[in-house]
C-alpha cells in the first residue's frame, strides 16, 4: 500500500510542475499591462497634446493601441511589442488594424497612429521613467506620458 501512495505523490508532483511552466509569464512586470496615456509632447513644436480615454496595453510581445469609449472614434491597432538590447529601449512596429470580424491584417495607416503619439510603423523608444504607477516614454517624435489603469 506505501508503493501505490509513492506513485500518487510522485505523479501529483510532476502534475503541479508541469503546470507551472506553461504560465505565460510577463518578462518585465512594471511595463506590461495597462496604461493609460495622459498627453505627449511633439518634440518638433514643443506642443503638448492632451488625450482622452486613449489606452495601450502592451502584454508579453504585443501592444494594443486603442481609444476606449471614446468621442473621437480613432482606429485601434495591434503591433509587435521587443524590448531593445538596451534595459531602457523598446520598440513598436508592424501595426495592423484590429478588425474582429475576419482574419485579415491591414497595415495601420500612419495618420492613424498620431492621436496614440505614434508618427511611424516603427517607433523606438527610450525609457525615461517607469514605476507602478507613471511610465514616461520618449521618441525621436514625441514624449509620451502615461498613468497605470
Known amino acids: 500500500m506505501k508503493k501505490n501512495n509513492y506513485k500518487i505523490y510522485i505523479g501529483l508532483l510532476i502534475i503541479l510542475l508541469l503546470q507551472s511552466g506553461c504560465q505565460k509569464a510577463p518578462i518585465n512586470n512594471l511595463i506590461e499591462g495597462m496604461w493609460k496615456l495622459e498627453e505627449y509632447t511633439t518634440h518638433e513644436d514643443n506642443v503638448t497634446h492632451s488625450c482622452e480615454r486613449i489606452y495601450y496595453s502592451i502584454q508579453l510581445w504585443s501592444v494594443e493601441v486603442a481609444e476606449k469609449q471614446g468621442s473621437h472614434g480613432y482606429k485601434s491597432s495591434i503591433g509587435r511589442f521587443i524590448y531593445g538590447e538596451n534595459e531602457n529601449e523598446i520598440i513598436m512596429k508592424d501595426f495592423y488594424y484590429?478588425?474582429?470580424?475576419?482574419?485579415?491584417?491591414?497595415?495601420?495607416?500612419?495618420?492613424?497612429?498620431?492621436?496614440?503619439?505614434?508618427?511611424?510603423?516603427?517607433?523606438?523608444?527610450?525609457?525615461?521613467?517607469?514605476?507602478?504607477?507613471?511610465?514616461?516614454?520618449?521618441?525621436?517624435?514625441?514624449?509620451?506620458?502615461?498613468?497605470?489603469?
Do not use: C, M
Open 98 to 149: 484590429r478588425n474582429w470580424t475576419t482574419d485579415s491584417k491591414e497595415a495601420t495607416n500612419v495618420e492613424d497612429l498620431k492621436p496614440y503619439g505614434l508618427n511611424n510603423l516603427e517607433t523606438i523608444f527610450e525609457i525615461v521613467q517607469l514605476d507602478k504607477h507613471s511610465l514616461i516614454l520618449r521618441s525621436d517624435y514625441a514624449t509620451l506620458r502615461f498613468k497605470s489603469f
